[in-house]
């Protein structure tokens, strides 16, 4: 009855199985945390038919967070989120672009000139959908020397 | 009936006054006696007290600003109008909210220094100096957390540039800003995080610490003593009780037959009621006018609604964190996330850094210069980083004098 090898025995298994059960519920808890379904705007978008953008032109779409050119080897999207700290940067024809935040500023490919921001902006694939309309998909980076040629 | 309520009655004796001390569950947060330096408005300069009566303002005045607020980013800012235009008084409490929430960062930050610099963390308050640096993080994130809520264009920015600080935490920063905004995007799913944090998960957290702080503080003595007068413990003869500064030490030598209570009583002991108390009383009244005066005087800011895809420019963070967007606009990792975390781990380390119980009790003890010196170097650098960050930033962060137009 008072062997302590088996009190002891019993005793930390006791001890063990509470803490190993306290972890997996606060494990549990830190991924309920995490959500599953993002009720965000959607990383596919149509933008328009390609006539509504006029070659020569870099048209800044606020609600999507992004410019699209058109120049005379296609079209190409920039993000417009600033790789910083994501303030919207703006664009200066002939320039570049220029961060509001922390005064970032890029080149017109998007290439960081000078400034905190770590990372060039983001490129984003472009595509045409049945109804002839601009897509642009944001999980889908592509090189600067990306055109889209409709 | 009174006595049902109030056992001790108004007290008229000093056993009454004793008495009436230990019998409240809320007065006997003090001591029945405390010493006379711990009275002295020059040493504390009352700032722990400041700061926990604003925390009890921005409690009751969160509570009312919540029944008129919904954390719905269709509603959250009509709410805000709402508060600012139509509900009665709606905007006193808002400012009275707003103005405590920024005096509180300012007056535990002074709090911080006034302890650092009486060397007040020292044996036995090592650990409450880091439950302290726990409130003082506690502040900042109740601040950040309530800084969205307005839903305005100065809210979204500033937890825009933020969130995208906490998103350069190495290996997890990406997880954190997840975790922080609840998706990628601040949207309906961020605000409601904020909110909850902000009206729950933070006040709770402060409450508990506030509370073991002031257990602590009340344990160890109302403020540190100078140095030379409590007797070193082990030059106490056998089975006597430090008799100074602990404020249970009234009755924990009750318990000891051995010595008469009134043998080992200082001298400069004062009862809690008045002397203590009515002083308390008077920093409360003095809190409640300044910050009805600022309410009535000042208006908190409220811009245009937030959105998303106009960027003020320059985007500023809260004030309290602009010394932090001045390092960030150099380095996001390095000014954003390293420098940051090792002065907090610094912050935790001092007392167990400078263990030497030299020096306690008085400002600027000549005995720390060195440390003095190097606490002011640094608390300097923070506040003349956010001077910069406030007055000399101006579009694109580029520098500007605050004089010019």
């Not at chain 1, 050119?69 to 703006?90: D, E, K, M, Q, W």
Request: hydrophobic letters at 45%; charged letters at 15%.
């Amino acid at each position: 009855m008072n062997d302590p090898t088996r009190r002891r025995f019993l005793f930390s298994t006791g001890v063990t199985s509470v803490v190993l059960s306290a972890c997996g519920f606060l494990g549990a808890t830190a991924r309920y945390l995490s959500p599953n379904v993002l009720y965000e705007p959607p990383h596919r978008f149509p933008i328009g038919s390609p006539e509504e953008f006029p070659p020569g032109t870099a048209t800044f779409l606020p609600e999507h967070r992004l410019f699209l050119f058109n120049n005379p080897a296609g079209f190409y999207a920039i993000s417009s989120v600033c790789t910083h700290l994501g303030c919207n940067v703006r664009h200066i024809v002939g320039e570049g672009f220029a961060c509001p935040c922390h005064g970032s500023r890029f080149d017109e490919n998007g290439q960081v000139v000078h400034g905190p921001a770590p990372e060039p902006l983001a490129w984003f694939g472009l595509s045409l959908s049945p109804r002839r309309e601009l897509v642009v998909n944001t999980r889908q980076p592509v090189q600067p020397e990306y055109r889209f040629r409709v | 009936m009174g006595r049902t309520i109030f056992r001790v009655g108004w007290p008229r004796t000093d056993k009454d006054r004793a008495a009436a001390m230990i019998s409240s569950l809320v007065l006997h947060i003090h001591p029945a006696k405390v010493q006379r330096h711990s009275l002295r408005a020059s040493y504390t300069l009352g700032l722990g007290l400041t700061s926990a009566y604003l925390f009890g303002v921005l409690i009751v005045t969160g509570v009312v600003l919540m029944l008129y607020y919904t954390p719905h980013p269709l509603d959250a800012y009509r709410n805000m109008k709402d508060l600012q235009f139509v509900v009665t008084f709606g905007p006193v409490l808002r400012n009275m909210h707003r103005w405590a929430a920024h005096a509180m960062v300012v007056v535990v930050f002074l709090h911080m220094c006034r302890v650092f610099f009486t060397g007040a963390y020292k044996e036995p308050r090592q650990f409450n100096w880091v439950l302290g640096v726990g409130l003082l993080l506690l502040t900042l994130g109740l601040s950040f957390t309530g800084y969205l809520l307005p839903w305005d264009q100065l809210a979204f920015w500033a937890i825009t540039v933020g969130s995208n600080i906490a998103g350069y935490a190495p290996g997890l920063g990406a997880e954190i800003k997840y975790l922080l905004l609840g998706g990628n995007v601040i949207e309906s799913g961020a605000l409601l995080r904020f909110y909850v944090l902000h009206c729950v998960i933070l006040p709770l957290l402060a409450a508990m610490l506030i509370a073991m702080h002031v257990y602590r503080v009340r344990k160890d003595g109302l403020s540190a003593p100078p140095a030379a007068e409590p007797p070193p413990i082990e030059e106490m003869a056998p089975g006597r009780f430090p008799p100074s500064t602990r404020s249970y030490g009234l009755m924990a030598l009750a318990d000891r037959p051995a010595q008469p209570v009134v043998e080992s009583e200082p001298d400069d002991e004062v009862l809690t009621w008045p002397h203590l108390l009515y002083r308390e009383v008077l920093v409360l009244l003095a809190v409640l006018i300044a910050l009805h005066a600022a309410a009535l005087l000042f208006n908190a800011p409220l811009e245009e609604i937030a959105d998303p895809t106009r960027t003020p420019n320059p985007a500023k963070a809260p004030w309290y964190f602009l010394g932090l967007q001045e390092l960030v606009s150099y380095s996001a990792l390095i000014g954003g996330v390293l420098v940051p975390t090792l002065l907090v781990l610094a912050l935790v380390l001092v007392p167990y850094l400078d263990p030497v119980p030299r020096g306690v009790g008085v400002w600027f003890a000549p005995e720390r210069s060195r440390a003095n010196r190097i606490f002011a170097a640094l608390a300097s650098a923070a506040v003349a980083l956010t001077l910069v960050g406030m007055f000399f930033r101006g579009p694109n962060w580029a520098w500007v004098w605050p004089w010019t137009p």
